[in-house]
């Protein structure tokens, strides 16, 4: 599979070049920086302090997914629209691990996502997708009397809240209760707030040091506390993660895929 990896100089760019290496029969075969970033034109093994690879770093999509079977992009939202228009332009399958979208943002990739093969996730962990599914099974077995909360914690560098995973167990507790999520979603709190509405799912993060990520989901009810957890202690479980959906979505038909179908386990 050629793979070409989008935000190659972030966090989890890196990673991704060290996840496709450790794959079988996955070849990194262009790497993508921001239009005018330092690294175009460099080789991409120097770029990231190691030996050369042959691999010239470019800011060019359309160059770069040219002979493409994959497309993995953990970048930034307005990078992603545009990568998922030139990868649907090239037939090229697109593994998305950016968050942060706004509502019209994922209307717009949603209205793409028919015409090409894309994954999209805001966790690519097995962990945290088995965990939406417990979300929606308890968040059905418990009533209303139990408040959920769900509290985000990520490194200092993340610029979105609530994170990706947040509003992805949000939307499992929301749906194992049966409501629309935009009907109940609590998404942050200041000053004089009044009491909890009833049926509310709240959102809380925090920001801090190297924290790769760590999620809960709180069921907080009269007398009890349910707590569903799970922590990340390395980021390359997400590119793993990432490196398994673009193989698996090699000659899958058009449409949007998210990470239980990668696992299985949906
Ligand atoms: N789904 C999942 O499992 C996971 C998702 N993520 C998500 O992945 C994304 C990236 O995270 P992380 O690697 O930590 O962030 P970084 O900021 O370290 O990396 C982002 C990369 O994207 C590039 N980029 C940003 N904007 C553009 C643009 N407009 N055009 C081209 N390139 C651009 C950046 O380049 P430059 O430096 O030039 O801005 C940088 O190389 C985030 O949305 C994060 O939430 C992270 C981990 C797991
Ligand atoms: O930005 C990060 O780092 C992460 N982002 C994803 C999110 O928004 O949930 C996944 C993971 O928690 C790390």
Redesign the pocket.
Known sequence: MKLVI??V?????RMLVAAADAAEGVDVAAAL??PG?DWVGHDLGRALGGAERGVIVTGDAGAALGSADALID???P??TLAYAQEAARRGVAHVI????FDADQIATLEAGEARNVTVR?????LGVNLLTQLVRQVAAALGEEFDIEIVERHHR??V?APS?TALMLGEAAAEGRGVAIGDVSDRGRDGITGPRRAGDIGFAAIRGGDIVGMHDVVFAGPGEIVTLSHMATD?SL?AR?AVRAALWAQDRPAGRYDMLDVLGIG
């Open positions: 989008a935000g100089s972030g966090r989890m760019g920086v921001r970033h953990f970048t930034a307005d990078a691990g950016t968050t942060g996730a805001g966790n690519m962990s560098h993340k979105d990706g980021r997400f993660g």
